[in-house]
């Protein structure tokens, strides 16, 4: 209950570019989990709305799995074209 209502914990342990390391990454992953799975035990959490918010970061996190936490994004260009005068 103190991991969960403290939104300082989730944020850091929900965050994908905290970790690079697969270590780092495969435990902040099993950190989301735990983390979860004692919300959804708990009856007097899960009635808790102001919570919600946290839950949904969690589910995310979860979903994404422990490597996949980077959005993917478009390769850039990295060469300017000439310009002509």
């Known amino acids: 209950m103190e991991v969960i209502?403290?939104?300082e914990i989730i944020d850091i342990v929900t965050d994908a570019f905290t970790e690079t390391e697969?270590?780092?990454m495969e435990a902040r992953h099993k950190c989301c989990q735990s983390i979860y799975k004692g919300f959804?035990?708990?009856s007097k959490l899960i009635a808790d709305?102001?919570?919600s918010g946290a839950v949904?970061?969690?589910e995310e996190a979860i979903?994404?799995?422990p490597y996949l936490?980077?959005?993917?994004?478009e390769a850039q260009p990295a060469v300017m074209t000439e310009q002509s005068f």
């Open 63 to 65: 979903r994404r799995g």
């Open 5 to 7: 209502s403290r939104r």
């Open 40 to 42: 959804t035990s708990s």
């Open 49 to 51: 709305s102001a919570l």
């Open 56 to 58: 949904t970061k969690l």
């Open 69 to 73: 936490g980077r959005k993917l994004s």
């Open 22 to 24: 697969k270590i780092g």
